[in-house]
């Protein structure tokens, strides 16, 4: 008791604006260890995917999982949030978790990376406004077969080059389904099918980082950590 009443006035001022502001401090505090843990769940989740799947495009990933920050409002309404994010023809890897058929029907084949799966697509092989593929449609011809020929003439005298097509096309061969392709030296390559692949295989990669983040049990330092800061405020 002795030691309060002989309290120096500058840590009795420091007292009384800390007990001012103790609430808005603490939701500062409870704010910020949510936040830490949907940002350690990101790293978790980064680790994941890396180990379990192909990267082609590191930055593609971190920037496909995002965290929603919780802000420092009344406790009750705080809330963070982590995953990855619905991109226009990007899913976020929800087929992996859910075991999901793909909504996205075009799928890329080897010959679109040339001949490794690790390799990202080659520019020539993407649906892009810039590049330019050729149509049955725009070739003469009473049918669509005739005028497919019509435009493997007109590509083979051009040394080649990328063609379309919408529907499947009979060939002497057997068909050509769907897709876009490329034709170089006679030969005909695959670069996307229009049909769909199969369901990938089911990778739990989200829930398998939220388990590791309840293993890991480092909460109890987080909090201290995050107090700490508090209080050092009004040392």
Do not use: C
Request: cysteine-free; proline content about 3%; hydrophobic content about 30%.
């Amino acid at each position: 008791m002795a030691d309060i009443f002989n309290m120096d006035k500058r840590d009795l001022r420091k007292l009384q604006r800390f007990q001012k502001n103790a609430p808005r401090e603490f939701r500062k505090a409870t704010a910020g260890v949510l936040n830490s843990l949907a940002f350690s769940t990101k790293k978790l989740d980064e680790e994941n995917i890396d180990n379990s799947m192909i990267v082609r495009n590191r930055r593609f990933v971190n920037s496909s999982l995002r965290v929603e920050k919780a802000r420092s409002g009344p406790i009750e309404s705080q809330i963070a949030t982590e995953g990855s994010i619905n991109r226009p023809r990007f899913t976020g890897w929800v087929e992996q978790q859910k075991g999901t058929a793909p909504k996205k029907k075009r799928t890329s084949t080897l010959a679109s990376r040339k001949g490794s799966k690790r390799r990202q697509m080659l520019a020539r092989a993407r649906l892009k406004s810039g590049n330019q593929f050729y149509k049955p449609e725009q070739f003469q011809g009473r049918s669509l077969q005739q005028r497919f020929y019509f435009m493997m003439r007109v590509l083979g005298s051009r040394g080649g080059g990328e063609f379309l097509l919408d529907t499947d096309i009979p060939t002497k061969r057997g068909a050509l389904t769907a897709g876009l392709y490329n034709l170089k030296k006679s030969r005909i390559s695959r670069l996307q099918s229009f049909k769909g692949g199969k369901n990938p295989k089911r990778d739990n990669w989200h829930t398998r980082s939220l388990m590791q983040l309840n293993r890991r049990n480092d909460i109890k330092y987080i909090w201290q950590d995050n107090l700490n800061r508090v209080v050092r405020k009004y040392n």
